[in-house]
């Protein structure tokens, strides 16, 4: 079992059954809010014994994972002290809710 760890806070963000599973929420999360979302994320097997081993934390992860070294998010800039917490930022943020910026019923422009 591969799971997904934020080293700062110690919290589990998943488990996963195979690498490329966990790599992909590296790539996804890092695309939707940017590379500073994953870099403090580490990525642990756990074999059916109960051994763990490291795979790869922080900056390993994410060139394991093929996130560019300057990635875009595509949920538009966060102001500068919520960068390295977009969970804060998308709660302190205002949403637009007028139907002209929602062009993807799952995604909401935050408005600045």
Do not use: C
Not at 13 to 37: C, F, H, K, S
Not at 41 to 48: D, I, Q, R
């Amino acid at each position: 079992m591969f799971e997904l760890w934020d080293l700062e806070t110690a919290n589990a963000i998943g488990e996963y059954q195979t690498l490329e599973d966990a790599l992909m929420n590296v790539r996804m999360t890092a695309r939707l809010y940017g590379r500073p979302a994953v870099i403090t994320w580490g990525l642990l097997f756990e074999s059916e014994n109960g051994e763990t081993t490291r795979i790869a934390i922080r900056e390993d992860l994410s060139r394991l994972a093929g996130v560019p070294e300057r990635v875009v998010s595509r949920r538009g800039p966060m102001h500068k002290s919520d960068t390295r917490n977009p969970a804060s930022a998308l709660l302190n943020a205002r949403v637009s809710m007028n139907p002209a910026h929602v062009k993807d019923p799952l995604t909401l422009r935050l408005v600045t």
